[in-house]
């Protein structure tokens, strides 16, 4: 049976060779994005191919945008898997429920439209495959969702009434090989380009721009399809197209991205480049450009809008990389598949480390032992190939592009062979990365993800067993610190490896944005929420910026981690070090600052003087005398790296790095004590100072006029992500642990309640059912008259064998409370193993801006190390610096919300106060908790302070 063109293994008919993409010439360009008339099928074969004819009335098909998915326009839904393919495995076949989107456009040419030359019709981007018509002749088909491709149409247009046709089928036999982690979207939802060729036009060209740094020299050859002249008027370069010149340059890094502006001119098109001069190359088991080695603060980057999925608006583009570049990020792998080539083109200008990804992941062959598996089927090779060279001659001018990346997550086979040595034959200026081959036979680098500290340690000190050719490759991490939810956690323990084994050179977060698409009654879906099946929940929301692209904790905590300078010293000393941890940049673009906080205010600021440092350098300066201060003031150097100018991508003063330096003694304040004797009141009420007490029970009623439900230890927290782990693994998570222990629903039962002479001590024991675990809990009250003073300790009973999620108290404040100030950590959350961002100071939210909006509910918003808080009416003060939480709804209630719109605000504030969080880790997909960070249960206490705010 002769197999339809959509479900053969080609990659289609028709189309022309690929060629270097670019974004202008002063040939004529038009753009045929916009309204276009739109019918969806249910299978292929519902509707002919007369619409492709002239004179098709589609006066009953509906509107769609192009570029853009139908599904997140009406049409269908979309659908999320991982791993899995949403249809049975029985490749190049896909099933006969087919949606098949018709797309028609009818244009009429410019009225400067040349008469003479060819043009060609470029489509950027189809998901999933596509057959095309112009004026009722078929032009060809086509897959590869997310490269290029162009067809030569010139004898068939006409001035006016041109009918474009185009028949997308979601499933295809490329379909297959597009088993990313993702979103299943299909469309026409990257440009469609008219393009006039005339005669004497480029044709392909590859610009061959090196750097020798012993030298300092650039040396440029433009290969072109067509021949002609270079000129690159800064250098005073004017040669002919394949002739090499070599003249003094500054080079192109990310760190310094040194752009020249060039035209390449053939008789028939003047086309402006952009020239950047580096050479990669792996020396001595290292990846080094223009002979230095580089350390990537990566990210893999998915193509994301919430509302345009893979169709993104050049300004989404750019915001992607200004963000990048705000928060210290020099590298981005373009997990997985090509991008829109503009965004390249902002690598370039604006300055990352590329590694670009071809289109292919055939991940779902896993679930079948790799059994049929295309990459090592010699049928599928052709597309493989096509695949290959439809990344390497789009991408192939882009000074940003310093790695090419045969895909992910593919197991192994021959067409990966073929796939590299097809590269590396057409260009050998780039190196070859490939993650899921461990013998590392076609590529340069060892790469792996989710590899643990422990490992990582190993791998960088030469130590880990494997294939000898493996041994000699520098390495990196192509993903990492899973961002799903609250976290990632540990990636300041990871950044300490990079920076201490020179074989690390980075690695790229998983991921950058959260895939959740914009819905009417869940704020953000992700999948299950469309009725699909199979589907793989939120773990398609796994980014370092929220789905609107507001960053998340993540991100800051990140941005943090992989300053390009340290800023390290000893406050009391008044000495600052300062270490250039770029590794082409001096520090000459950036000022440094320094400001005195007494008790987390600003009181003095001024300006230090940094020496110049090369990169890798140090430099030690002083700070000038602190100004004098009372006596029980908390005192720090805050300093400050920030851009001495505006740059290309963040403005003068913006935030590059810093650090705090304790300036003072480190001694709190004493906690006050009971002066004031406990009185019984009317009855069962009994008071303490400013405080009421249940006198049977036990409970805080209330400080002053407020107040005060439900105080009492609390050990629960609303599950992340990466508690919850990687469902797929046999080994049950720590959250799993938590709830078969039943640490969701302990058991208070009062042993005492005591009034003594200078104050009130409650006992009680507090424990899950069916356990003899216990946490043996007293809460020791005291009064000095003004203000009311907790001292809880606990003592854990029995052989625990798990962390405890949080342990604290918490209690609610009935009628609510809004604006809440703090000194302590802030501005954003965080935890024990994120709290690398979290800076020292007085700080000032409302309830509701507290809480961090991760897409699917779960612990968030804890500020750590509390000197004091006010809230709701109350001073709260502690010389145990504890973590504070208030929400306006219960750790349960938050525990059960699928999305952030099942939550809503009752009119009670919920405040924890913790003296203990576990830390958060990245077992979402990746290692749990580092042991340091794990809150084991052991005697604990825990000092508050209470008063009416103001008093
Ligand atoms: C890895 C994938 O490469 C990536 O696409 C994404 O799915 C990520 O995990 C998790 O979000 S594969 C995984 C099995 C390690």
New binding site residues.
């Given amino acids: 049976m002769e197999l339809p063109h959509h479900e053969d293994v080609s990659p289609g008919t028709g189309s022309l060779p690929p060629r270097a993409w670019y974004a202008t010439s002063d040939a004529a360009a038009f753009s045929l994005n916009g309204p276009w008339r739109f019918r969806l099928s249910p299978t292929p074969d519902a509707e002919d191919e007369a619409f492709a004819a002239d004179g098709y009335d589609s006066t009953a098909w509906d509107d769609i945008t192009v570029p853009g998915h139908w599904v997140l326009q009406g049409h269908g839904a979309p659908h999320y898997t991982?791993?899995l393919y949403p249809f049975p495995l029985d490749a190049p076949r896909v099933p006969t429920e087919n949606p098949t989107g018709d797309h028609l456009h009818t244009f009429d040419l410019p009225a400067a439209w040349p008469r003479e030359g060819a043009a060609v019709l470029r489509f950027d981007g189809v998901d999933s495959c596509a057959r095309v018509w112009l004026n009722g002749t078929e032009l060809g088909d086509f897959k590869g969702s997310r490269l290029a491709h162009e067809f030569a149409v010139g004898e068939l247009l006409r001035p006016t009434g041109n009918v474009l046709a185009v028949r997308v089928h979601q499933w295809s036999a490329g379909s297959y090989l597009e088993d990313?982690?993702q979103w299943w979207l299909p469309g026409i939802f990257r440009d469609v380009t008219l393009l006039h060729r005339p005669a004497g036009s480029a044709g392909d060209f590859f610009v061959h721009a090196a750097y020798d740094h012993r030298a300092g020299t650039g040396t440029l050859r433009v290969d072109a399809g067509t021949a002609g002249r270079v000129t690159v008027p800064a250098l005073g370069i004017d040669v002919p197209t394949s002739r090499s010149v070599t003249v003094p340059v500054e080079p192109w890094t990310a760190e310094t991205p040194r752009l020249y502006d060039a035209v390449l001119a053939t008789p028939g098109e003047r086309i402006p480049l952009r020239v950047g001069f580096r050479t990669v190359a792996v020396e001595d088991g290292v990846i080094t450009v223009n002979g230095r080695p580089v350390l990537f603060r990566g990210v893999n980057r998915h193509e994301f809008h919430p509302e345009t999925g893979r169709a993104l608006a050049p300004d989404t583009m750019r915001a992607d990389v200004l963000l990048m570049k705000r928060h210290n990020i020099n590298a981005v792998r373009t997990?997985?598949y090509p991008p829109h080539p503009a965004f390249l083109d902002l690598c370039d200008e604006l300055g990352l480390w590329v590694i670009d990804e071809c289109d292919l992941e055939t991940h779902g062959f896993q679930a079948v032992g790799w059994r049929g598996n295309p990459v090592d089927d010699d049928r599928w090779t052709p597309a493989l190939l096509d695949r290959a060279a439809r990344m390497v001659e789009r991408d192939k001018n882009h000074a940003s592009v310093i790695m090419w990346s045969l895909g992910?997550?593919c197991g192994t086979g021959r067409g990966l062979t073929a796939m590299a040595d097809w590269i590396r034959a057409r260009d050998a200026g780039r190196l070859l990365h490939y993650e899921g081959d461990r013998s590392c036979a076609d590529t340069d680098v060892y790469s792996r993800?989710?590899a643990d500290h422990a490992e990582v340690e190993r791998i960088g000190r030469g130590e880990d067993e494997g294939p000898r050719r493996r041994a000699g490759l520098p390495f990196l991490l192509c993903?990492y610190a899973?961002a799903m939810g609250n976290g990632p956690g540990g990636l300041g323990a990871y950044q300490r490896l990079f920076e201490t084994y020179e074989r690390l050179q980075g690695g790229f977060v998983?991921?950058w944005i959260d895939h959740g698409i914009a819905h009417p009654a869940y704020g953000y879906a992700y999948g299950g929420d469309f009725g699909e099946e199979p589907h793989d929940g939120n773990?398609v929301c796994?980014g370092l910026l929220f789905p609107d692209r507001t960053p998340s904790p993540g991100l800051v905590e990140y941005k943090k981690v992989i300053e390009p300078v340290r800023i390290e010293g000893d406050g009391r000393a008044g000495t600052v070090a300062v270490t250039n941890l770029h590794d082409f940049a001096g520090l000459a673009h950036l000022a440094f600052t320094w400001s005195y906080d007494q008790d987390g205010v600003p009181v003095a600021d001024g300006v230090l003087a940094v020496p110049p440092v090369g990169p890798g350098g140090r430099a030690e300066v002083k700070l000038p005398p602190p100004p004098p201060h009372g006596p029980d003031t908390e005192t720090q150097w805050t300093v400050r790296a920030v851009l001495a100018d505006a740059t290309a991508w963040a403005p003068r003063g913006h935030v590059v790095a810093w650090a705090q330096l304790p300036a003072g003694d480190g001694r709190t304040r004493p906690v006050p004590d009971g002066a004031a004797a406990p009185r019984t009141a009317d009855g069962h009420r009994l008071t303490l100072g400013p405080a009421a007490f249940d006198a049977r029970t036990g409970d805080l009623l209330a400080l002053g006029d407020r107040a005060i439900t439900g105080l009492r230890l609390d050990v629960w927290r609303a599950p992340t992500d990466n508690d919850n782990g990687m469902p797929w693994r046999p080994e049950p998570s720590v959250a799993a642990r938590w709830r078969a222990l039943g640490l969701h629903r302990m058991r208070h039962r009062v042993d005492a309640v005591e009034p003594t002479a200078d104050g009130l001590t409650v006992r009680t024991r507090v424990a899950p059912a069916a356990s003899d675990l216990a946490l043996r809990t007293e809460y020791r009250w005291t009064s000095d008259g003004d203000r009311l003073t907790l001292r809880l300790s606990v003592t854990p009973e029995g052989d625990w064998t798990q962390p405890l999620p949080r342990l604290g108290i918490s209690f609610g404040l009935p009628g609510g409370a809004d604006r809440v100030r703090w000194f302590g950590g802030g501005p954003g959350e965080a935890y024990p193993d994120t709290a690398t961002a979290s800076l020292l100071g007085v700080w000032e939210s409302d309830v509701d801006a507290l809480q961090t909006p991760y897409v699917r509910p779960q612990e968030n918003g804890a500020r750590p190390g509390i000197r004091w808080a006010e809230l709701g009416g109350l001073r709260i003060e502690s010389a145990d610096r504890p973590w504070l939480t208030a929400r306006r709804w219960t750790t349960h209630q938050l525990d059960a919300a699928a999305h952030r719109t099942d939550l809503t605000p009752g009119d009670t504030v919920w405040v924890t106060l913790d003296a203990g969080q576990h830390g958060i880790g990245t077992n979402s997909?990746g290692p749990g908790v580092l042991p340091q960070y794990a809150l084991h249960p052991r005697p604990t206490t825990l000092r508050c302070v209470f008063a009416p705010a103001g008093g």
């Fill in positions: 991982n791993q990313q982690d997990s997985h992910n997550e993800m989710y993903e899973h998983w991921e773990f796994d997909c």
